[in-house]
């Protein structure tokens, strides 16, 4: 959170299984199949140098273990890709609106990963 200024922010991480994701997929976006992250924002935006409370991070861990194994990276790394997503998605960023959007919001998951990966 740091890496974009939020350090004096919070936010809530879950961690639920497949059924649980499902079923709130299904409730707050329409959806009836499970997935790997839902973000739900508590803010309207952000004003710089204010403390917020940014929201909350979903995580379904069966999930993320079957996508460590397809992309062949350790577990913990694709949970840090999907918390780095998921927090993208509370700041404002939105990979479905365009393929500008999605561009942007990859290339950002790309820096923070990197920047973080420096840190170990």
């Not at 890496?3 to 991480?13: D, K, R, V």
């Not at 499902?22 to 508590?42: A, E, H, I």
């Not at 460590?68 to 509370?90: D, M, S, T």
């Amino acid at each position: 959170m740091q890496l974009l200024g939020l350090q004096t922010s919070e936010l809530s991480i879950l961690f639920v299984g497949n059924r649980r994701m499902r079923d709130l997929n299904y409730r707050y976006r329409g959806l009836d199949k499970t997935t790997d992250v839902l973000s739900f924002p508590l803010t309207g935006g952000l004003t710089a140098g204010v403390p917020a409370l940014l929201g909350d991070i979903v995580v379904c861990i069966p999930k993320a273990l079957l996508q460590a194994q397809e992309y062949n990276v350790l577990f913990y790394e694709e949970v840090l890709r999907l918390l780095i997503h998921g927090l993208l998605h509370l700041v404002g960023y939105d990979h479905e609106k365009s393929p500008y959007q999605r561009a942007r919001m990859e290339k950002k998951e790309r820096e923070l990963l990197d920047a973080i990966a420096e840190m170990d």
